[in-house]
């Protein structure tokens, strides 16, 4: 049996991110299961877990794993860091050609390496295989009521990367003594289901969308959009899932229902340029408009949300936004301002258990295709790169290659 080499790389991109693409217990596993699997591990200081659980894992430890066949990574490997002829697997930030990454890719065709893109592994069904969803899910919600909390001074909770872990953050939802209020979640996927698992655990009760709009409650409450609730086609035929995907033009937004009702919106699903925003800034400066503080998942950028004027940080992670002027300002600067959370790596906050949910989709559904037969063409399709040149899937991204 052939031997495959592993290495897990130092994360080097900065800011820097302590997460991980397997943990010390993956490791372990991995290796007591297949005997012709050899994992290096570069020395890092950085990590969640720290060098010794890798070593005492079974893991070999180095300053270099370029010599690996297969290198793992989370974030963009910084360009020097990156082994010429080697399959490296690290989300790429390419696929929809984001200028600030042409270089990387220009280098990674150049040095010959087969690119996977952890976003892009995907089943027959296209739905993704291996994500950090959940944890943004589930930071960004804790995110947007510890921010409630603080512009209303009703209690103070520490953020989530002061946390050990995702047991420990659950030590303060017992502080959250909320009002009560409404809170929008938007999202039918991993990103929303996280942030129920926080909603849920604070002893937020659940009510349909109808209720939300139509009903008063004595209580604080939440109410999970899915794209038909707050999407309508313009000319009032019903709504159509497969043709709203394919043709959002035809559409236009109903969510004002819900912003005239919700004090906090957490926004979780994903928006298509194409789609109709969320609402304008115009409609955040009606008398009726009752939004107050968005914690935006997203975080697209002057997209579904005009509050989300910028990307926020852990360490710095809320601001103003002053629909009057179209401005940020200083958190709590005025209370006619919409208080946003726009952080863009949430899953950092909770490093380790993020990691661990990682690795565990690593195990069950990446490494048997990718050291066996790929026989549902799961590494394929994630396959970006490969003997210097685009994979044919990809080749749309030539243009943007050759800096067109």
């Not at 950085?46 to 974030?75: N, Q, T, W």
């Not at 002829?85 to 150049?110: A, D, P, V």
């Not at 999202?187 to 969308?209: H, T």
């Amino acid at each position: 049996m052939e031997s495959i080499s592993i290495g897990i790389i130092k994360e080097g991109k900065v800011p820097i991110d302590r997460r991980v693409p397997l943990t010390p217990a993956q490791v372990k596993e991995i290796l007591a299961t297949y005997e012709n699997i050899q994992i290096k591990c570069q020395r890092s200081d950085i990590r969640c877990f720290p060098d010794h659980e890798y070593e005492a894992a079974g893991a070999l430890m180095v300053d270099d794993v370029s010599d690996c066949a297969i290198i793992l990574g989370v974030k963009e490997v910084p360009i020097p860091m990156l082994s010429e002829g080697k399959t490296h697997f690290f989300f790429s930030h390419t696929i929809k050609m984001q200028e600030y990454n042409r270089g990387l890719l220009q280098e990674i065709i150049k040095k010959k390496i087969k690119l996977i893109d952890w976003e892009c592994l995907t089943n027959k069904n296209n739905q993704r295989l291996i994500a950090f969803g959940r944890y943004a899910g589930i930071v960004g919600a804790y995110n947007g009521i510890l921010t409630f909390g603080k512009r209303y001074n009703l209690f103070q909770l520490r953020p989530a990367h002061e946390c050990f872990d995702l047991e420990d953050m659950k030590t303060e939802y017992s502080k959250v003594q909320l009002p009560a209020i409404k809170i929008a979640l938007t999202g039918g996927g991993r990103v929303s289901k996280g942030a129920m698992e926080v909603l849920n655990g604070m002893g937020i009760r659940k009510v349909s969308p109808a209720e939300f709009v139509n009903e008063y409650f004595d209580e604080a409450v939440y109410a999970q959009l899915n794209t038909r609730d707050y999407n309508q086609r313009i000319d009032g035929a019903d709504f159509d899932r497969d043709e709203f995907y394919s043709d959002p033009s035809q559409y236009k937004s109903s969510f004002l229902s819900y912003a005239q009702k919700a004090d906090i919106l957490i926004a979780g699903a994903f928006w298509d340029p194409k789609a109709p925003v969320l609402f304008t800034r115009h409609d955040a400066l009606q008398p009726d408009f009752k939004l107050r503080v968005v914690a935006d998942i997203t975080c697209d950028i002057e997209g579904s949300i005009p509050s989300t004027k910028q990307p926020s940080t852990i360490d710095d992670p809320i601001y103003d936004f002053n629909p009057s002027n179209d401005r940020v300002e200083s958190p709590f600067a005025d209370e006619g301002n919409i208080t946003v959370m726009a952080v863009d790596n949430l899953p950092c906050e909770l490093p380790r258990n993020a990691s661990e949910d990682f690795g565990k989709e690593f195990l069950k559904h990446i490494l048997p295709n990718l050291i066996g037969e790929d026989t549902d063409e799961i590494i394929a399709r994630a396959s970006i790169t490969e003997n210097g040149q685009l994979t044919e899937r990809y080749s749309y991204l030539q243009d943007y290659v050759d800096g067109h």
